[in-house]
């Protein structure tokens, strides 16, 4: 007879500011969740209590103020190292069948609920975190940006940011040109504008560990009426370059239990073959090859073609989708790392990745790749 302990706690795991740990006790499996922030306990509670209502989430037992903060008590769902996430069936070598079914199941489910729960909404009303709140005023494009200068890429690169707009700027063989200072002033503008925005009831932060396998949602102080283009932007920005390559790199004790995410983040990170300035002609040139591993790309692939695209056929019939992307894709750049704190090359390529998402040429179909087949060289 094998005996089970009534009290086990396991390891403490540190998630951006908040503390997770998981707990057994009298026979239940408990996920303990310690927030400081009284504010974000409260909206995680509340983001929990709407999203019940349409998606399957773990039950929250109860939630407790504690010394220093708020504790919460929720079901915890089947997992271990490298099971239990979205993550771990995209750190494989090739997508398996899993993966195609678990994606089928999270676009069916999105679908339904974004069709239903859709509407132009005052943006006063949408959860404003992950994009209002940084672009306003004391917000991370302030914190980050404001009055900051760094150089474009030291040591390949060495031109200030702030002059980018005095050079022309040929990325893979294609021409842009980028004023540094005014895309900030556009992006502060435009999330200072009291325009509707299409919104509907979602978890609003859809990363590789807020989705569990088998199909579930975690955290929920973004959850609520999202926009819906801004949900789309980042599920897809997160899938295609956060999720493999940079959120391993910058903030790996994220993905602890979950080491086989690192094997593969070679497979995720863009090779940059020519930095160059050519001072005669005021041009910088800069190639660099995209990569995405197989599974990552057949994700994007199918949340692109069987949630994107009939949403927007739906709600925004004839118009430009890079248009509805463009800003909130420019906030996940500049609004998640300080372009600043990454590595030259990291920041070269995520400034290029800026430069196209702000051409007028932006294609969100070829820019996420969402092909089966690998991404053509430039």
């Given at each position: 007879m094998t005996f089970q302990p009534l009290f086990r706690v396991g390891p403490v795991r540190r998630f951006t500011r908040n503390l997770l740990c998981p707990v057994d006790l009298f026979g239940h499996s408990l996920l303990l969740k310690y927030t400081r922030n009284p504010a974000e306990a409260g909206e995680e509670i509340h983001g929990h209590a709407r999203l019940a209502r349409h998606y399957r989430v773990p039950a929250l037992h109860t939630h407790l103020r504690v010394p220093g903060?708020?504790?919460?008590?929720?079901?915890?769902?089947?997992?271990g190292t490298d099971q239990g996430l979205l993550l771990d069936l995209l750190n494989t070598d090739g997508p398996a069948s899993h993966l195609h079914t678990y994606m089928d199941q999270l676009t069916a489910a999105y679908q339904e609920v974004i069709l239903t729960t859709a509407w132009p909404a005052d943006p006063a009303h949408v959860v404003r975190k992950l994009y209002w709140d940084r672009a306003a005023p004391g917000g991370r494009l302030d914190t980050y940006y404001a009055g900051k200068e760094f150089l474009i890429a030291d040591g390949l690169v060495d031109i200030p940011v702030s002059r980018l707009n005095t050079y022309a700027l040929k990325i893979n063989?294609?021409?842009?040109?980028?004023?540094?200072?005014?895309?900030?002033?556009?992006?502060?503008?435009?999330?200072?504008?009291?325009?509707?925005?299409?919104?509907?009831?979602?978890?609003?932060?859809?990363?590789?560990?807020?989705?569990?396998?088998?199909?579930?949602?975690?955290?929920?102080?973004?959850?609520?009426?999202n926009s819906i283009p801004g949900e789309f932007a980042n599920f897809l920005w997160y899938a295609s370059v956060l999720g493999g390559w940079l959120v391993p790199t910058y903030n790996p004790t994220a993905?602890?239990?979950?080491?086989?995410?690192?094997?593969?983040?070679?497979?995720?990170?863009?090779?940059?073959?020519?930095?160059?300035?050519?001072?005669?002609t005021s041009t910088i040139h800069i190639d660099y090859t995209p990569r995405l591993s197989a599974p990552r790309r057949a994700a994007v692939?199918?949340?692109?073609?069987?949630?994107?695209?009939?949403?927007?056929d739906r709600l925004?019939?004839?118009?430009?989708?890079?248009?509805?992307?463009?800003?909130?894709?420019?906030?996940?750049?500049?609004?998640?790392?300080?372009?600043?704190?990454?590595?030259?090359?990291?920041?070269?390529?995520?400034?290029?990745?800026?430069?196209?998402?702000?051409?007028?040429?932006?294609?969100?179909?070829?820019?996420f790749c969402p092909l089966e087949s690998p991404c053509p060289a430039p």
């Open positions: 903060g708020h504790l919460l008590a929720y079901e915890r769902l089947p997992g063989g294609r021409r842009h040109h980028l004023d540094w200072a005014a895309t900030l002033r556009w992006l502060r503008a435009h999330f200072a504008t009291a325009e509707p925005v299409w919104a509907a009831l979602t978890q609003g932060d859809p990363t590789d560990v807020n989705l569990a396998h088998p199909l579930a949602w975690f955290d929920y102080d973004t959850a609520g009426m993905f602890a239990d979950h080491p086989a995410a690192f094997t593969h983040v070679p497979a995720n990170t863009p090779e940059i073959r020519r930095a160059a300035i050519d001072h005669t692939t199918a949340y692109w073609n069987k949630l994107v695209r009939p949403v927007a925004w019939p004839g118009e430009d989708l890079a248009n509805l992307l463009r800003p909130y894709l420019a906030m996940r750049i500049l609004g998640v790392y300080n372009l600043a704190g990454l590595a030259s090359e990291d920041r070269l390529v995520l400034l290029a990745r800026l430069v196209e998402a702000m051409s007028p040429a932006f294609d969100p179909t070829t820019y």
